[in-house]
């Protein structure tokens, strides 16, 4: 994957014009991936915590797995913010990056993902509902039809929101 790959994901649109605003954009953007590392600092804390301090005793791959994605989160914002101070610091990139992030295709691109993302993310849903109903999974059944709901209602709030907004 390439620097910037996941950049539609996580952070807003950008709209800098210049060099400068981009410089603000990526400041601003810096927040995000702190979070990232509070989070997964949070996680393997409570985690760690809840093993050793209380009677809750996790399965050993279950405390392994735990760990692993609050880990993975404070290396994905490590890495965040060392690409930004990468780019930051090079007037080029930071030009070349300005730019890519501002194009149309780019930005048609980021659309037309996001929308095969939630199709494809429904479709799961919907078979591993039925894959529930078949094997009497009663607990991934209403999880599966949880997130189809929220899914839904989402959608239709944000489409709302950003209706009124635009």
Do not use: W
């Amino acid at each position: 994957m390439k620097e910037g790959e996941m950049r539609g994901l996580f952070c807003p649109r950008c709209k800098a014009k210049n060099n400068e605003e981009y410089r603000a954009v990526l400041k601003k953007r810096k927040v995000i991936f702190y979070l990232f590392i509070l989070v997964g600092l949070a996680t393997d804390g409570l985690v760690l915590f809840l093993n050793y301090c209380t009677r809750i005793i996790f399965l050993e791959y279950l405390l392994g797995y735990l760990l692993g994605l609050g880990v993975g989160l404070i290396f994905g914002g490590v890495i965040g913010l060392i690409q930004i101070s990468r780019r930051m610091a090079n007037e080029e990139k930071l030009k070349e990056f300005r730019l890519k992030e501002t194009d149309e295709r780019e930005l048609e691109v980021d659309s037309l993902a996001y929308r095969a993302t939630a199709k494809l993310l429904l479709v799961v849903l919907y078979v591993l509902l039925i894959v529930a109903g078949v094997f009497g999974r009663e607990e991934l059944l209403y999880v599966c039809f949880g997130l189809v709901g929220i899914f839904l209602i989402g959608y239709a709030a944000f489409r709302k929101y950003y209706g009124t907004k635009i």
